[in-house]
């Protein structure tokens, strides 16, 4: 991936969703309008860290190309470079995956 022309801020990452399955285990295959947006993402960018409560810099526990799952709902949707993207902040990752 090209390097991206943008820099979150603090705590905050920006995601790539990866995508969603087309098919069901039963081989059915599902129409573009019925997926569901998928959970899953591979992170693009990361910001430089939170600060605690003395001020310190707590750098952040994902860094770029780590593949991540989030919730349904989590982050907000952006274009940045052509791309449709996620910038949400590293709490809402719930783990990373292998």
Sequence with gaps: MAKLKFR???????????????KTAGGIIIPDTAKEKPSQGEVVAVGPGARDEAGK????DVKAGDKVLFGKWSGTEV??????????????VMGIVG
């Excluded at 905050?12 to 969603?20: M, N």
């Excluded at 810099?57 to 952040?60: A, H, N, Q, S």
């Design 8 to 22: 979150p801020l603090h705590d905050r990452i920006v995601v790539k969703r990866l995508d969603a399955e087309e």
């Design 57 to 60: 810099l707590v750098p952040l």
């Design 79 to 92: 274009k940045i470079d052509g791309q449709d993207l996620l910038i949400m902040k590293e709490s809402d």
